[in-house]
T-cell receptor, first 113, second 112 residues
Framework: DVKVTQSSRYLVKRTGEKVFLECVQDMDHENMFWYRQDPGLGLRLIYFSYDVKMKEKGDIPEGYSVSREKKERFSLILESASTNQTSMYLC????????????FGDGTRLSIL | KQEVTQIPAALSVPEGENLVLNCSFTDSAIYNLQWFRQDPGKGLTSLLLIQSSQREQTSGRLNASLDKSSGRSTLYIAASQPGDSATYLCAVGSSNTGKLIFGQGTTLQVKP
């Protein structure tokens, strides 16, 4: 079974801090994704990566950056955390071919105080 | 711009009922459509993926259909059980990049 592991289930940080969310997958998938999920807004794509060191902006990249130095690991970085970034963050991965399902981690519930 | 809508937002049924969840999308030029299940506080679990050339997919008590021309997909759940209680999301892939656009989900409660 594919396993996507997010480093923290719950995280509390302060406004202005630099925050790192880590995601690791164990199935050699080329594609990795970061979403945020908010009530009433659904899942929105922040960034995705289709290969090591490659990244593309999703629908809401402002205030975020990403890093993919190794194929299995995709990091989401909040450069200077703000209260409106309090959310559930979900990481997913899939093979390069588009007709394969995405596999999700259990999410990180991030609170910015 | 592709938009994905799921109606109703919530549904409550007694155990044993057969039920249908609906998903509609605005642009029929899709690559695939996926149905996911999400339990409270958890990530998403893939249920079914229908490629654009397919009309339906089945897995156990679940059957998903796709009608691109009308921009609709349905998820049929047979003989519902309390363990089916969850939020069900559909997502449309518009290209082979793997990117998905999600609906907001239908929260299903199956009462014993």
């Amino acid at each position: 079974d594919v396993k996507v592991t997010q480093s923290s289930r719950y995280l509390v940080k302060r406004t202005g801090e630099k925050v790192f969310l880590e995601c690791v997958q164990d199935m050699d998938h080329e594609n990795m994704f970061w979403y945020r999920q908010d009530p009433g807004l659904g899942l929105r794509l922040i960034y995705f990566s289709y290969d090591v060191k490659m990244k593309e902006k999703g629908d809401i990249p402002e205030g975020y950056s990403v890093s993919r130095e190794k194929k299995e690991r995709f990091s989401l970085i909040l450069e200077s955390a703000s209260t409106n970034q309090t959310s559930m963050y979900l990481c997913a991965s899939s093979p390069r071919t588009g007709n394969q399902p995405q596999h999700f981690g259990d999410g990180t519930r991030l609170s910015i105080l | 711009k592709q938009e994905v809508t799921q109606i109703p937002a919530a549904l409550s049924v007694p155990e044993g009922e057969n039920l249908v969840l609906n998903c509609s999308f605005t642009d029929s030029a899709i690559y695939n459509l996926q149905w996911f299940r999400q339990d409270p506080g958890k990530g998403l679990t893939s249920l079914l993926l229908i490629q654009s050339s397919q009309r339906e997919q089945t897995s156990g008590r679940l059957n998903a259909s796709l009608d691109k021309s009308s921009g609709r997909s349905t998820l049929y759940i047979a003989a519902s059980q309390p363990g089916d209680s969850a939020t069900y999301l559909c997502a449309v892939g518009s290209s082979n990049t793997g990117k998905l656009i999600f609906g907001q989900g239908t929260t299903l409660q199956v009462k014993p």
